[in-house]
């Protein structure tokens, strides 16, 4: 799928220009290189996703192996998901701006002084500033528009993607590394563009994972352990959602796979999100 060399530095590759190329269709190509395409039809942009299958893994946290964990995150549990394509990256500003220019969706609010306009000048960045409630609009939207079923993913979803099955603490095993991820202890001291950090992919190949910028889950922040028929996915109800991965600005212990942050569904805070599909 991506043709990014992980051998080559996030720094070399943001200051290479490739984010500001465009394609005929108005993607830039470096999006397209990394499964990006464009609808034809009504323009909107279809992600890349990969496959999660269903069954069950371990969710949250051991203390004993994760001196870390928050309490929220404890007990470490078995959870089960359903099978599902989930995407690589997060929504990015190309993606999010067809929206904006179709009315479906407001412009993102400005956080730590980034505008939507500064945002629209870097189209491959994770969108930000993002409601809950603008994210579930969005995934609608989109739904319709391709013609596919989408939507937010659950925090078990996410956690699953991120971590695998055999209970890791990073996408990429149990021992940090500050040059896998964008956080203040190596990365770029900003929001980086989408698959700069390719080597601290998942188990199932998605990317940024942690780091770089948080991202909204449907559910709401319930004690463990997870179960999605508790009324936590009711979708319905104004209320905090979590979100998960930390953010270029959070500390290393909120960018392990299991950590829970949320915040009010109203609120225009520095996340994003990225979406899932049903499995073909």
Same mark, same amino acid.
Request: charged share 20%; aromatic share 12%; net charge negative.
């Given at each position: 799928?991506?043709?990014?060399?992980?051998?080559?530095?996030?720094?070399?590759?943001?200051? /290479?220009?490739?984010?500001?190329?465009? *394609?005929?269709?108005?993607?830039?190509?470096?999006?397209?290189?990394?499964?990006?395409?464009?609808?034809?039809?009504?323009?909107?942009?279809?992600?890349?996703?990969?496959?999660?299958?269903?069954? /069950?893994? *371990?969710?949250?946290?051991?203390?004993?192996?994760?001196?870390?964990?928050?309490?929220?995150?404890?007990?470490?549990?078995?959870?089960?998901?359903?099978?599902?394509?989930?995407?690589?990256?997060?929504?990015?500003?190309?993606?999010?701006?067809?929206?904006?220019?179709?009315?479906?969706?407001?412009?993102?609010?400005?956080?730590?002084?980034?505008?939507?306009?500064?945002?629209?000048?870097? !189209?491959?960045?994770?969108?930000?500033?993002?409601?809950?409630?603008?994210?579930?609009?969005?995934?609608?939207?989109?739904?319709?528009?391709?013609?596919?079923?989408?939507?937010? !993913? #659950?925090?078990?979803?996410?956690?699953?993607?991120?971590?695998? #099955?055999?209970?890791?603490?990073? !996408?990429?095993?149990?021992?940090?590394?500050?040059?896998?991820?964008?956080?203040?202890?190596?990365?770029?001291?900003?929001?980086?563009?989408?698959?700069?950090?390719?080597?601290?992919?998942? !188990?199932?190949?998605?990317?940024?994972?942690?780091?770089?910028?948080?991202?909204?889950?449907?559910?709401?922040?319930?004690?463990?352990?997870?179960?999605? *028929?508790?009324?936590?996915?009711?979708?319905?109800?104004?209320?905090?959602?979590?979100?998960?991965?930390?953010?270029?600005?959070?500390?290393?212990?909120?960018?392990?796979?299991?950590?829970?942050?949320?915040?009010? *569904?109203?609120?225009?805070?520095?996340?994003?999100?990225?979406?899932?599909?049903?499995?073909?």
């Amino acid at each position: 799928m991506s043709k990014i060399n992980p051998r080559t530095s996030a720094s070399e590759r943001q200051a /290479s220009g490739q984010f500001g190329l465009f *394609s005929l269709h108005g993607l830039p190509v470096y999006l397209q290189e990394l499964g990006f395409s464009v609808q034809a039809s009504c323009g909107a942009v279809t992600p890349p996703a990969v496959h999660v299958p269903h069954g /069950s893994f *371990s969710m949250g946290s051991d203390p004993q192996r994760d001196r870390a964990a928050y309490t929220d995150e404890c007990p470490a549990h078995i959870a089960n998901t359903v099978d599902i394509e989930f995407g690589v990256f997060p929504v990015t500003v190309a993606e999010y701006a067809v929206a904006v220019s179709d009315g479906a969706v407001p412009r993102p609010y400005t956080f730590r002084g980034v505008t939507w306009d500064d945002q629209l000048a870097k !189209p491959a960045l994770p969108v930000t500033s993002v409601s809950w409630f603008h994210a579930v609009t969005y995934s609608v939207w989109l739904s319709e528009r391709l013609e596919r079923p989408c939507r937010l !993913p #659950t925090e078990a979803e996410w956690e699953k993607a991120a971590r695998g #099955t055999d209970g890791r603490i990073y !996408p990429w095993g149990d021992t940090w590394d500050p040059q896998l991820v964008n956080t203040p202890d190596g990365g770029l001291g900003k929001a980086a563009e989408i698959g700069l950090y390719p080597a601290g992919v998942s !188990p199932y190949g998605a990317h940024d994972m942690v780091g770089n910028v948080w991202e909204w889950c449907s559910s709401m922040p319930l004690p463990y352990p997870y179960d999605a *028929s508790d009324g936590r996915e009711n979708l319905y109800r104004i209320c905090d959602r979590v979100m998960r991965g930390g953010a270029w600005y959070c500390a290393p212990y909120n960018s392990r796979a299991a950590c829970r942050g949320f915040g009010y *569904s109203g609120m225009y805070l520095g996340g994003g999100f990225r979406l899932v599909f049903p499995a073909d």
